[in-house]
């Protein structure tokens, strides 16, 4: 596990592409590794970039915005031991809490975030579109 840096912004752009229809631009992705109170850590396989979780936060709280696994790496654990050591790092830091919001349609995502405590906390109607349909958002909180 690494923390993502400015010259990390090409590789996690590819892989943000790939995994998300309503991927974030480049800028975008720019923008966030230049945020001081960003978070930004990546899992590399093979000198791979193959996950990555990008945080905001305002201690001692802090937001997930993204988080994402390659597809070909996903439900090998990948994504469970970034999230490991993320919430490892957190409590380190003496954060207290993790918010994050999840489309409703996203079963394995929400699984996870369950297992590791995540409790539900609202929901944002119509809040992601995709292929034309309207999914809910699923707003989780983990207490640390």
Request: charge should be neutral; charged fraction near 25%; aromatic fraction near 12%.
């Amino acid at each position: 596990v690494e923390k993502l840096k400015i010259n990390n912004k090409e590789e996690l752009f590819l892989l943000e592409s790939d995994l998300f229809t309503n991927s974030w631009s480049e800028n975008t992705l720019e923008d966030q590794l230049k945020i001081k109170t960003s978070l930004n850590l990546g899992l590399r396989v093979n000198n791979e970039l193959i996950s990555y979780v990008l945080c905001q936060g305002l201690f001692p709280e802090i937001e997930i915005l993204r988080f994402g696994v390659k597809q070909n790496f996903q439900l090998q654990g990948k994504g469970k031991f970034l999230l490991k050591s993320l919430i490892s790092l957190l409590k380190q830091e003496n954060y207290n809490r993790i918010f994050l919001e999840v489309n409703t349609n996203n079963s394995g995502a929400i699984s996870l975030y369950e297992r590791f405590g995540f409790k539900d906390i609202n929901i944002r109607n119509n809040y992601y579109l995709e292929s034309g349909v309207y999914y809910d958002a699923k707003i989780m909180q983990l207490t640390l």
